[in-house]
């Protein structure tokens, strides 16, 4: 039992991931603001539309700004909730803007003692009809936005477009990193093979690489139920999705390959070297050319994945561990491969 510790630690990380994955809830956040377009030179209404709000618990005490920059930012005049997921706002908008445009998007935040802080970027646009910024300098009003609230609770971030999918960072994710450690590990045993023909380094290759395809498809499923859910088709043929999709095509071929010979040697030793091929496609396959076009998905078009806007601490607690949970359980699985493989082999040899 003491050389099969690191097993259960894999089964255990991975239902860690998944139970505090799933039950662990979203910071408070900030669905929509109505009307999302206004103008200057009015007093303007906004209605807001909360998630895992609790306002009426802070009905006095809620504050509101909508922020233009670092520097300036105007105050609610009247904060009015109407249920804990609703709250009315009222700003007096100057006649114009500090700024040389028509259209300026603000910041929305609104703090509670109750809920902390929630932001929703570029939620509200609005529009000049004549542009002075001279005069917008003048009117406008300078609103400090200071002593804001934290929730002092175990959350995940809330971003708005993704809100409860942000999960799928726990499973997609750790999925495709767990995957690449595997193709190492199968190139590591390729290598080891050309070097002295062992045949057991072959077939260490052929389960670690089963595995990693396996890993590579429920990757490219939760990947597509997160387009869904994020860009609106499980398969809008973004460059990345593509390039997924291309990669993995390649990895089949090895075992097509592996099965149309029948000399054991010549299989094993050409396996090898496609192998190591097929993981050197990888490389600009999905990290060179994604980078060099546009994407919507993070990591790729100049956009940065894994800053600190992705994962915050609390999803750190989950994310690596989920990692190590899943890379550990496709050892294990290649492992059991590799010894069913090495009993049909000496089944047949007797």
Do not use: C
Request: hydrophobic letters at 50%.
């Amino acid at each position: 039992m003491k050389k099969h510790w690191w097993k259960a630690l894999g089964v255990v990380i991975v239902l860690y991931s998944f139970f505090m994955g799933l039950l662990t809830p979203l910071k408070t956040g900030i669905l929509e603001a109505n009307p999302a377009s206004v103008r200057t030179g009015q007093e303007v209404m906004l209605e807001v539309k909360g998630y895992n709000s609790f306002y009426t618990q802070a009905q006095n005490e809620l504050r509101a700004w909508l922020k233009m920059d670092s520097e300036r930012a105007l105050a609610a005049r009247r904060v009015e909730v109407v249920d804990d997921r609703l709250v009315k706002l009222t700003f007096d908008i100057p006649a114009f803007l500090p700024v040389d445009k028509k259209v300026q998007d603000f910041t929305l935040i609104l703090d509670s003692p109750a809920d902390g802080a929630s932001v929703l970027p570029s939620g509200v646009f609005v529009t000049q009809d004549s542009i002075n910024a001279a005069l917008g300098e003048t009117a406008w009003p300078n609103a400090d936005i200071a002593n804001l609230h934290e929730k002092a609770a175990i959350t995940f971030p809330f971003r708005n477009i993704l809100g409860e999918t942000i999960r799928n960072t726990y499973y997609h994710v750790p999925l495709w990193f767990a995957m690449f450690i595997l193709f190492i590990s199968a190139v590591v045993y390729s290598v080891k093979h050309l070097r002295n023909f062992d045949q057991r380094y072959d077939e260490q290759a052929a389960a670690l690489t089963s595995v990693g395809i396996l890993y590579g498809i429920l990757g490219l499923v939760t990947g597509a139920i997160w387009a869904k859910h994020t860009w609106g088709a499980y398969w809008s043929f973004d460059v990345k999705q593509n390039m997924t999709a291309v990669g993995l095509l390649i990895y089949g071929a090895y075992f097509v390959l592996r099965a149309s010979f029948e000399d054991p040697e010549k299989k094993a030793r050409i396996s090898a070297v496609y192998n190591i091929f097929a993981f050197a496609t990888l490389i600009p396959l999905l990290y060179v050319i994604p980078k060099l076009t546009d994407s919507l998905h993070p990591g790729a078009g100049g956009n940065i994945a894994f800053g600190s806007q992705d994962l915050d601490n609390t999803m750190r607690m989950v994310f690596y561990p989920a990692i190590i949970g899943w890379t550990l359980m496709g050892v294990w699985m290649a492992q059991l491969i590799f010894r069913m493989n090495r009993l049909k082999h000496r089944l047949l040899e007797e």
